[in-house]
C-alpha cells in the first residue's frame, strides 16, 4: 500500500503541511520497501480547484491513504470518490512522526 | 451610450442613482436600465410590474460511462479541478466548471458531450413612455454570475442609451459590467470604508479604460474626505447627494427620489448630462 502525508518539504523529517491541496510537497511511502519518495505539487499556487487536482495527483501515483491537517470539501468529495481514505493531524509534528501516529491507529480518520 | 453605475463597497447607493438617472432620463428619451447585480438584483423593486422571462443557460460536460476509457486527458486538461478521474469512474464537480468545452475536445474517445444547465434568467419589463428594465437574476446556488450578466447585457443591446447598475466589489461581474462602457459612475459615501473601495474601484476601471466620475451620497457638511480623495485622483465629482432622512424615507418604500420630486428629476437629468460629457473627454 502507498500513504502520502502532506508535508512542507521534502523529507521525512520536514514538518506536516495542514493544507491538503496547497502542500508544497506530497511525502509518499510505499509500505512494501519502506522507501519515502516526494512528489512536488504542481497546483499548490494555482487560483482555485486545488483540491480536486492535487487528489487526482494522488490517485495518479496510487496512493490508497492521505494523512494531512484539513480537506476541502471538493477536496474531500474528490478523494472520497476516488476511494482514498483520509487521516487527519492536528499537531504541527515531522511527517515521519505523523506516519508514525498513524501506523500506531492514533490518527482520526476523516469518513 | 453605456453608463456603469459602480462603487466597490456595497450600500453606496448605486441602485438609487441608477433607478433616479434612468428614470429622470427616460423622461425625455429612450432608456435601458439593466440592474447587472445579478446575486441580489434589487431595482425591480422600484418598477413593479410582471416582467418576461428567458432563461440563461450554461453548458455542461455530460460523460458516458460506456465509451470513457478512464484516459485521464480530460481532468488533466482542466485548469479549474472540476474533472478527476478514478479507478472507478469520472467525478464531476459541476460548481468548479467554466464552460470552456475543452475536456470535450481532448477526449480521445468521444465521451463527452454538453448539455444546457439553466443557471439564472433575464427578465424585462417595459415601464412605459420610455423606459426599459432588464433584471440579471443568478439562481440561488448557482455561482456564474458573469454569464447572466452577459445575457442581461445582451438583451439590451442595440439600445441607444443603457444604463449598468453593477454589483458591489470589484471583482469578475463587476468586470464583466463595466467592460465597453463609455463612462462609469462611481457612487461612494464619505466613510474611510467607502474611499478605501471607491480607491479599488477608480482602479479597475481605469484598467479597463472607462472614463469615471464620482456621486458622493450620504453626503454631511464638513466630512470632506471624499471631495479631498477626488481631487487627489483628479476625479470629477459629478454629484453631491446630502445626507437627508427624507431622501431615505421615500428610497425605502420604494418610491423614486425623481419621480416625487422635480428639483430632483432635474439633477438627476443632469447627473447624466454630466456622465455623457465626462464619456466625451468634457469635463
Known amino acids: 500500500m502507498r500513504i502520502c502525508v502532506t508535508s512542507k518539504g521534502t523529507d521525512p523529517q520536514d514538518p506536516v ?7 508544497p510537497y506530497f511525502l509518499i511511502i510505499d509500505q512494501k520497501t519502506g522507501d519515502w ?6 497546483v499548490a499556487a494555482e ?3 486545488v483540491g480536486p487536482r492535487a487528489a487526482q495527483l494522488l490517485v495518479d501515483n496510487g496512493v490508497s491513504v492521505v494523512i494531512t491537517g484539513n480537506v476541502g470539501g471538493n477536496a474531500r468529495t474528490a478523494l472520497e470518490s476516488a476511494g482514498i481514505d483520509v487521516f487527519l493531524i492536528r499537531e504541527s509534528v515531522t511527517a515521519a512522526s505523523a506516519y508514525e501516529r498513524y501506523q500506531k491507529g492514533s490518527l482520526q480518520p476523516l469518513y | 451610450m453605456e453608463i456603469a453605475v459602480a462603487s466597490g463597497k456595497g450600500g453606496t447607493g448605486k441602485s438609487f442613482v441608477a433607478a433616479n438617472i434612468g428614470y429622470a432620463i427616460s423622461r425625455e428619451r429612450e432608456t435601458v436600465l439593466v440592474d447587472c447585480d445579478v446575486e441580489e438584483p434589487n431595482l425591480h423593486l422600484f418598477f413593479p410590474g410582471i416582467p418576461s422571462s428567458v432563461p440563461v443557460t450554461t453548458r455542461l460536460p455530460v460523460i458516458d460511462e460506456d465509451s470513457c476509457t478512464l484516459c485521464g486527458k480530460c481532468a488533466s486538461f482542466c485548469r479549474y479541478g472540476a474533472l478527476t478521474v478514478t479507478q472507478s469512474g469520472v467525478l464531476f464537480l459541476k460548481d468548479l466548471c467554466h464552460s470552456c468545452g475543452g475536456c470535450e475536445i481532448v477526449c480521445p474517445s468521444g465521451a463527452i458531450s454538453e448539455e ?3 443557471i439564472g434568467r433575464v427578465d424585462t419589463l417595459r ?3 420610455h423606459l426599459t428594465l432588464i433584471s440579471g437574476i443568478l439562481n440561488v446556488g448557482e455561482i456564474k454570475s458573469p454569464t447572466v450578466i452577459k445575457a442581461a447585457r445582451e438583451a439590451a443591446s442595440g439600445s441607444p442609451l443603457v444604463i449598468y447598475d453593477a454589483a458591489p466589489g470589484v471583482t469578475c461581474p463587476v468586470v464583466e459590467t463595466l467592460s465597453g462602457c463609455d463612462v462609469c459612475i462611481l457612487v461612494t459615501e464619505p466613510t474611510p470604508f467607502g474611499l478605501h473601495d471607491l480607491d479599488l474601484a477608480v482602479q479597475l476601471a481605469a484598467l479597463l479604460g472607462v472614463p ?5 451620497n450620504r453626503s454631511t457638511p464638513g466630512a470632506d474626505e471624499a471631495l479631498r480623495f ?5 476625479l470629477p465629482v459629478l454629484l453631491d447627494i446630502p445626507f437627508d432622512r427624507e431622501i431615505a424615507r421615500i428610497h425605502n418604500r420604494g418610491g423614486l427620489l425623481s419621480q416625487v420630486d422635480t428639483a430632483w428629476a432635474d439633477t438627476f437629468r443632469d447627473l447624466f448630462y454630466r456622465a455623457e460629457a465626462l464619456s466625451e473627454g468634457g469635463l
Open chain 1, 37 to 42: 519518495t516526494a512528489v512536488t505539487n504542481p
Open chain 2, 116 to 118: 444546457e444547465s439553466v
Open chain 1, 17 to 23: 503541511e495542514e493544507r491538503f491541496g496547497r502542500s
Open chain 2, 230 to 234: 477626488c481631487e487627489r485622483h483628479e
Open chain 2, 212 to 216: 469615471s466620475g464620482v456621486v458622493v
Open chain 2, 127 to 129: 415601464i412605459p413612455p
Open chain 1, 47 to 49: 487560483v482555485g480547484g
